[in-house]
């Protein structure tokens, strides 16, 4: 990770963990700043969010609680609700592609979402072709549904609202 000020100055980088035998992260897909001002990490190829402070020192893992859950997973994209909920997009089995949701504590709470390739735009709502982020604006969550060419909207407890056109990969 290489950290710039918003003018463009490089100031550092970070690149080391303490997980068992992972010693540095492996796959960066997505970053997320967390309400209590932590970096995240989604790391595909370790299959764990990674916590770092502002300045690059390791914290801690986020993963699903469930061991058999945790070695499958390959989180993706990231988002906090307004309740320090956080949503995570996951493209980790073929059969599932889903949106992880951990409380405050870090737990997961809920999931929402399965596999599904659409054929049209409006085809079965509530289920993904890669996912690859998340963002919540008040109780709804926005769902970039990229290889089915949409944006899903959901309520915050995983329910179906509506789908979102668009003219590519959102």
């Known amino acids: 990770i290489r950290v710039y000020t918003v003018e463009g100055t490089y100031l550092f980088s970070f690149n080391e963990i303490a997980d068992g035998e992972n010693t540095t992260i492996g796959t960066t897909v997505g970053l997320e700043i967390s309400p209590s001002d932590e970096l995240l990490v989604s790391d595909r190829r370790h299959r764990k969010i990674l916590v770092f402070t502002l300045e690059g020192e390791f914290l ?11 070695q499958v997973w390959a989180p993706i994209g990231m988002g906090y609700d ?6 995570v997009t996951d493209v980790g089995r073929r059969d599932v592609h889903q949106v992880v949701v951990f409380d405050q504590n870090e737990v997961d709470v809920r999931r929402f979402g399965t596999f ?16 690859n982020d998340v963002f919540v604006i008040g109780d709804e969550v926005y769902v970039s549904d990229s290889d089915n060419r949409r944006i899903q909207v ?13 003219s590519g990969i959102p």
């Open 116 to 131: 599904g390739q659409a054929s049209e735009i409006s085809d079965l709502p509530g289920q993904f072709y890669f996912p």
């Open 154 to 166: 959901f309520d915050t407890d995983g329910r179906f609202e509506r789908i979102i056109r668009t």
């Open 82 to 87: 307004a309740d320090g909920n956080l949503y």
């Open 60 to 70: 801690r893992t986020i993963e699903p609680a469930d061991e058999l859950e945790a």
